[in-house]
């Protein structure tokens, strides 16, 4: 079983700069890749970036390329997000989630544990 908790949300300008941090309870961490993912009033959650088992291959929505980019760190059971350049439109709360795959995998179901959610919003 893993257990998971986001931190790192909040309120920050447009262009701002904000990262989450996704602390990861249970020895079977590292068996997991790991995904954000976010939902915004009125839409369904969507996939915002992936990472696979060893940190070695990553995926990202198109909306969020070239601005977030997610890591993990196996010593300290954490994944992050690193948002730069954030826009109103990325407002949502966001959610960490596991999958025993061993890559990276964009749909919701193939996910089995899930972290409470941290709300993000941009200002305009």
């Known amino acids: 079983q893993v257990q998971l908790v986001e931190s790192g949300g909040g309120l920050v300008q447009a262009g701002g700069s904000l990262r989450l941090s996704c602390a990861a309870s249970?020895?079977?961490?590292?068996?997991?890749?790991m995904g954000w993912f976010r939902q915004a009033p009125g839409k369904e959650r969507e996939f915002v970036a992936g990472?696979?088992?060893?940190?070695?291959?990553?995926d990202y929505v198109d909306s969020v390329k070239g601005r977030f980019t997610i890591s993990r760190d196996n010593a300290k059971n954490t994944v992050y997000l690193q948002m730069n350049s954030l826009k109103p439109e990325d407002t949502a709360v966001y959610y960490c989630?596991?999958?025993?795959?061993?890559?990276?995998?964009?749909?919701?179901?193939?996910?089995?544990?899930w972290g409470q959610g941290t709300q993000v919003t941009v200002s305009s």
């Open positions: 989630a596991a999958t025993p795959s061993m890559s990276t995998i964009q749909v919701q179901y193939e996910y089995n544990h």
């Open positions: 249970g020895r079977t961490y590292s068996a997991y890749a």
């Open positions: 990472i696979s088992r060893s940190g070695g291959h990553t």
